[in-house]
């Protein structure tokens, strides 16, 4: 009965944590993977080399203008484009490497592997008029950016196993993936639909973690300063601060629940290569926003030194700058090892 009770107010706990009052915006501007990585490296395990591989799947299938909901007929209504995005799959596999130098400091490296899909409705002269049609794009699929971080972690003293802990974080996000991918006609493909951004962007993370056996508590904030790319493209800076819980219902089975909150700023195109104004998602209007994501999961522990991670994020709120194509729901899948 205890257990139960404890289970219903850490429920209840993370369900009504206070929200920011400006929140939305898609996550396909987060190229670099941190997210996933930090599911298992923030924490010490004991031995030094950690190994984690990590799936995780994005629908975007909603149209947004500011807080919203636009239909695709709407959309066509206003005359405004003439070609908008109706459904986006984002599919991403990132392998991470972390290695402990010593009990303060943990390296990592995270390397993504991105497939993206996307449906399109056109308005195209068909020779008796024009018409809508329906045009999938052909799905993008190659290494996205490679990320490199350390993370030194603030030890009280004296204590081997402390149940506070302070993590500093700082790395920077590689271009190492392709942002030049073209289109049959020889333009540059939607600059959200690349898999790399092409840009060296540093990366900053604060982390603070309270164990109170058997509930963990960890609130954290991830800042992402974007540079502009070699063909004039900027990201918009980002910023995600999350609060999560992780509650031992076994000692092989653990619940997890979490809040984040996501800024993200607008993009520019400095030499319009990327950008086409009659193209919804090729028009830099419609980039950036703020959204606050709920994160219900678990954590199973198989056998000794594994871990696998299981997690559905979805959207409670959202305001986008202009009209985009947002999130419906996010699937992500861990498995790690330590060595």
């Not at 070609?83 to 972390?98: D, V």
């Not at 604060?206 to 056996?213: E, R």
């Amino acid at each position: 009965m205890k257990r139960l009770v404890s289970i219903l107010l850490f429920s209840c706990v993370i369900i009504t944590l206070p929200y920011r009052t400006i929140a939305a915006g898609p996550c396909c501007q987060l190229s670099s993977g941190v997210e996933e990585s930090l599911l298992g490296t923030a924490l010490r395990g004991g031995k030094k080399l950690f190994l984690q591989l990590t799936y995780s799947f994005t629908l975007m299938d909603k149209l947004k203008e500011g807080n919203a909901k636009k239909s695709v007929e709407d959309v066509k209504n206003a005359g405004k484009y003439t070609t908008i995005p109706t459904r986006m799959e984002m599919t991403k596999y990132t392998l991470t490497t972390a290695y402990d130098f010593s009990p303060e400091f943990t390296a990592f490296v995270s390397i993504p592997y991105i497939r993206n899909t996307m449906d399109m409705q056109i308005l195209m002269d068909m020779g008796m008029g024009m018409e809508w049609m329906k045009h999938p794009m052909d799905p993008v699929k190659d290494l996205g950016d490679m990320t490199v971080m350390g993370l030194y972690r603030f030890y009280p003293k004296g204590e081997a196993a402390p149940a506070d802990m302070i993590t500093l974080g700082a790395g920077v996000k590689t271009p190492t993936g392709s942002s030049t991918e073209k289109s049959l006609n020889g333009s540059f493909i939607h600059a959200h639909m690349q898999p790399g951004t092409g840009s060296w962007d540093p990366v900053i993370l604060l982390m603070y973690t309270k164990v109170v056996n058997p509930l963990l508590l960890q609130a954290d904030a991830t800042y992402q300063v974007a540079t502009r790319n070699s063909n004039g493209y900027k990201f918009g800076d980002s910023l995600a601060a999350t609060l999560t819980g992780n509650y031992a219902l076994f000692s092989y089975l653990k619940l997890t629940s979490g809040l984040t909150y996501l800024h993200l700023n607008e993009a520019s195109d400095s030499e319009g290569k990327y950008t086409d104004l009659k193209s919804l998602m090729d028009d830099p209007a419609n980039t950036g926003g703020n959204s606050i994501w709920f994160s219900p999961g678990l954590q199973v522990l198989p056998f000794k030194s594994s871990a696998v991670d299981l997690k559905v994020q979805f959207p409670l709120w959202e305001r986008v700058r202009g009209t985009q194509l947002v999130s419906s729901y996010r699937i992500l899948l861990g498995f790690s090892y330590r060595f």
